[in-house]
């Protein structure tokens, strides 16, 4: 049998950076070694994995399949690697985080996340940033957040955690459901949630009109209540005694959401953001 060969931590680091910075130019100046150091441990990385990871181009890179597979385990090392320096050097990591996810999302699925973090890092302090999926990714391309997680704008936009549900929701005292045409509660313009909402809803070709709109789950459970609208929530954040809508009741099937974590540049070097993002796929990824 072939004795495998180890993934070196170099090797490992090279290729999170050139991912994160888009360019083998740019994640030289991230490990602050040259184009080529990193040129060559990325080739050492693949020999060693047997697989080409990076698609290379003069212009950006990447992943192959191999490379998506390696991508949270290469994170999730160099964490782990991190820790154990934090723990042999007696360092603490402290600092801010700025982390950002959707109302939703936040009441659903950062509690694990949150409370395994406070309890590993007690001196971060955390800035947590609730709002929709198309203001984190500006804030985060912009540097205003570290990390987020979205509902994916684009097929391969961060890394992937899971798929959410979309349902419909309506009230049955009011039944807007049987009007013509279809009053809808939608979240803000650009959303993706918006956008599929709409398409499928034309896909059946069904008259409909937007008479609500509300970022919030809140808002759309207002519009729901008081009779005005049928709205679309994430499964994740269905209230108790909700009815929920299907085909039967004249509504379409609707696409699930891809999910995804989000870092930004400016992140790049700071640990607090490292174990943070090791720590999201860990326990959010499925």
């Excluded at 549900?165 to 509660?185: C, K, Y």
Aim: net charge negative; charged share 20%.
């Amino acid at each position: 049998m072939m004795k495998q060969q180890d993934l070196q931590l170099d090797w490992l680091r090279a290729f999170v950076a050139v991912v994160d910075a888009g360019s083998l130019s740019a994640a030289a100046a991230v490990v602050h070694r040259s184009q080529s150091a990193v040129s060559m441990q990325l080739k050492k990385l693949e020999q060693a994995a047997g697989s080409v990871l990076l698609l290379r181009t003069p212009r950006e890179v990447a992943l192959t399949a191999a490379g998506a597979e390696l991508l949270p385990h290469a994170r999730r090392v160099l964490a782990a690697h991190a820790a154990a320096l934090e723990t042999l050097h007696g360092a603490q990591i402290h600092g801010q985080l700025r982390l950002g996810v959707p109302e939703d999302y936040a009441q659903a699925y950062l509690g694990k996340v949150l409370r395994d973090y406070v309890g590993l890092y007690p001196a971060v302090e955390i800035n947590l940033v609730c709002e929709q999926s198309t203001a984190l990714i500006g804030k985060v391309e912009n540097g205003e957040l570290d990390l987020a997680v979205v509902s994916r704008d684009e097929p391969d936009r961060g890394e992937y955690l899971f798929d959410e549900t979309m349902v419909w929701v309506g009230d049955s005292q009011h039944a807007a459901w049987l009007r013509d045409p279809l009053p809808i509660a939608l979240y803000e313009l650009g959303s993706r949630a918006r956008t599929a909402v709409l398409d499928a809803v034309n896909a059946i070709q069904r008259e409909w009109r937007v008479v609500y709109s509300s970022p919030s789950v809140a808002g759309q459970l207002t519009a729901v209540h008081s009779g005005m609208a049928v709205a679309v929530l994430t499964e994740c954040s269905l209230p108790p005694g909700i009815q929920v809508l299907d085909m039967k009741h004249g509504l379409p099937r609707l696409p699930p959401l891809q999910v995804a974590l989000i870092r930004s540049l400016h992140s790049q070097g700071s640990r607090a953001c490292d174990v943070m993002q090791a720590l999201i796929l860990q326990i959010l990824r499925r």
